[in-house]
């Protein structure tokens, strides 16, 4: 049982469009951390969000923490093909704060 | 900048062989981790270790030892390998805070048990 769900799996969309991403849980966090991952790369951070009700933004890309720090939510604006990969979400796990779980990932693909 | 590196980034083993997935940081990270990633279920943490001398199960330990006898190594061992231990691993290192630290990748080993 996965303790952060992703949706959706997979989108597939063209360069321009808008796109949303979810990472849900029954569970609170202290904080979620979102990474990107390319073809035969390990995931890279993007941000950690740490307060229930944050907005981060980092160019297009917009990231959320809900109010009860259960779910997060990443946003990107006017997508192009370098935003293309797997992006994961993660939080930490009781007692080792950089011991992370991970959700199940969204693979995004944009064309042309 | 090496960060963190893995070896070897490619293996092929017959059920029953034994092996090590080598894992090395110059960052001087006190925390360091192995994950599996497998299709449609993200990164799963299989040991992680809080510094030099002390490791801990994760989600998915049977079937894996490590142990940490420098800070800067990380090695993961494959006693028996099993067909179910197909999978792309990756070792991972952060400094140790008091929040969730950014989490630095190798560039991951695939491992195929046939």
């Known amino acids: 049982t996965q303790l952060l769900e992703q949706s959706p799996q997979f989108l597939s969309i063209q360069e321009g469009e808008n796109l949303t991403v979810y990472c849900n849980s029954s569970?609170?966090?202290?904080?979620l951390q979102w990474y990107r991952q390319e073809p035969g790369e390990g995931p890279v951070l993007l941000v950690t969000?740490?307060?229930?009700?944050e907005v981060k933004k980092l160019k297009r890309l917009t990231f959320q923490f809900g109010d009860a720090r259960k779910d997060s939510s990443l946003h990107i604006t006017a997508a192009q093909p370098g935003d293309t990969g797997l992006y994961l979400c993660?939080?930490?796990?009781?007692?080792?704060?950089?011991?992370?779980?991970f959700g199940t990932g969204t693979r995004l693909q944009v064309t042309l | 900048n090496a960060g963190v590196t893995q070896t070897p980034k490619f293996q092929v083993l017959k059920t029953g062989q034994s092996m090590t997935l080598q894992c090395a940081q110059d960052?001087?990270?006190?925390?360091m981790s192995w994950y599996r990633q497998d299709p449609g279920m993200g990164l799963r943490l299989i040991h992680y270790?809080?510094?030099?001398?002390?490791?801990d199960q994760g989600e998915v330990p049977n079937g894996y030892n490590v142990s940490r006898s420098t800070t800067e190594d990380f090695p993961l061992r494959l006693l028996s390998a099993a067909p179910s231990q197909t999978s792309v691993y990756f070792c991972?290192?952060?400094?140790?805070?008091?929040?969730?630290?950014?989490?630095?990748f190798g560039e991951g080993s695939r491992l195929t048990v046939l």
């Open positions: 569970s609170v966090f202290s904080s």
């Open positions: 991972a290192s952060s400094r140790r805070t008091g929040q969730a630290g950014e989490l630095f």
């Open positions: 270790s809080v510094g030099a001398g002390i490791t």
């Open positions: 960052m001087n990270h006190e925390y």
């Open positions: 969000v740490v307060t229930g009700g």
């Open positions: 993660a939080g930490p796990l009781t007692g080792t704060a950089s011991k992370l779980t």
